[in-house]
Nanobody
Framework: QVQLVESGGGLVQPGGSLRLSCAAS????????ISWFRQAPGKEREGVVC????????YYADSVKGRFTISRDNAQNTVYLQMNSLKPEDTAVYYC??????????????????WGQGTQVTVSS
């Protein structure tokens, strides 16, 4: 059974940092591309970034370039999202997702079959 579990969210002041984790079970994470999405209240779910098998990344949200970094630890079956210089507009529920493909499936959330439950990130002073 494919499962994704996010953790690491919380309340942080503007300019602060958080590292989110996405732990996978039921499949070998290192064989597939994994994406992060986020959804703010009243807004559509937005693609953030994807990591490919070779560790390269594809950014879907221009607003996070230079501030967010995605990485993977295949031995731990976990993908991380390091978020620096956080802004109030980064406030959202963050989800990891996969379509169990070897390539990044794009920024449209409907293309993804498997999702975690989400973790809340709140950036506020």
């Amino acid at each position: 059974q494919v499962q994704l579990v996010e953790s690491g969210g919380g309340l942080v002041q503007p300019g602060g940092s958080l590292r989110l984790s996405c732990a996978a079970s039921g499949f070998t994470l290192g064989h597939y591309a994994i994406s992060w999405f986020r959804q703010a209240p009243g807004k559509e779910r937005e693609g953030v970034v994807c990591i490919r098998l070779n560790g390269g990344s594809t950014y879907y949200a221009d607003s996070v370039k230079g501030r967010f970094t995605i990485s993977r630890d295949n031995a731990q079956n976990t993908v991380y999202l390091q978020m620096n210089s956080l802004k109030p507009e980064d406030t959202a529920v963050y989800y990891c997702a996969t379509s169990l493909t070897t390539y990044c499936s794009g920024s449209e959330w409907l293309r993804y079959d498997y999702w975690g439950q989400g973790t809340q990130v709140t950036v506020s002073s």
